[in-house]
T-cell receptor
Framework: GAVVSQHPSWVICKSGTSVKIECRSL??????MFWYRQFPKQSLMLMAT?????????EQGVEKDKFLINHASLTLSTLTVTSAHPEDSSFYIC????????????FGPGTRLTVL | EDKVVQSPLSLVVHEGDTVTLNCSYE??????LLWYKQEKKAPTFLFML????IEKKSGRLSSILDKKELSSILNITATQTGDSAIYLC???????????FGEGTQLTVNP
């Protein structure tokens, strides 16, 4: 299957700082990437859909000014958590849609964010 | 609003048992249903189902879709401790590419 990487795999930061998470498709071009967050013992919650070359589409209740998404190339999307607070601590996962060939999304390994 | 419901939410079995996980959905324009396995990190893809009644199989895992009942089951036979994970069901509509996930079933297989 297609490979998606995420960096960093974990990060600890102080409250008020910003954190950038990268999501890369390694062996395919992804016109669409998705960002999810997952709290312990809960399912994945879609935060936003990232489209290459255009603005991201955010889900209801997700602050676009707090969670900045940039999809500048066909292989890279970034999520920046601005002015992070302890309640932003979570597991952030990106996925990439391979394209018209399949409906399957392939997930990155996730980033564990802890805000102190 | 699309809705995906999985049951049971958690399940504890012994090695060698057979388990059946359920997923039901309410989607306006259904296109496909996907099963994922999530261990400590991100979900890994298991199956994608689009047609009713056609079983997909991979080793001890199999899955089938029933569009009439708006549901799918995931079977695991001869379970092993390595099958312990959260199993996620997701559905996709005909428009767009987003997936709607269910809450997941936490499966624990004890030796």
């Amino acid at each position: 299957g297609a490979v998606v990487s995420q960096h960093p795999s974990w990060v600890i930061c102080k409250s008020g700082t910003s954190v950038k998470i990268e999501c890369r498709s390694l062996d395919f071009q992804a016109t669409t990437m998705f960002w999810y967050r997952q709290f312990p013992k809960q399912s994945l919650m879609l935060m936003a859909t990232s489209n290459e070359g255009s603005k991201a589409t955010y889900e209801q209740g997700v602050e676009k000014d707090k969670f900045l998404i940039n999809h500048a190339s066909l292989t890279l999307s970034t999520l920046t958590v601005t002015s992070a607070h302890p309640e932003d601590s979570s597991f952030y996962i990106c996925s990439a849609h391979v394209g018209a060939r399949t409906d399957t999304q392939y997930f990155g390994p996730g980033t564990r964010l802890t805000v102190l | 609003e699309d809705k995906v419901v999985q049951s049971p939410l958690s399940l504890v079995v012994h090695e060698g048992d057979t388990v059946t996980l359920n997923c039901s959905y309410e989607v306006t324009n259904f296109r496909s249903l996907l099963w994922y396995k999530q261990e400590k990190k991100a979900p890994t893809f298991l199956f994608m189902l689009t047609s009713s009644g056609i079983e997909k199989k991979s080793g001890r895992l199999s899955s089938i879709l029933d569009k009439k009942e708006l549901s799918s089951i995931l079977n695991i036979t001869a379970t092993q401790t390595g099958d312990s994970a959260i199993y996620l069901c997701a559905v996709k509509e005909t428009s767009g590419s987003r997936l709607t996930f269910g809450e997941g079933t936490q499966l624990t297989v004890n030796p």
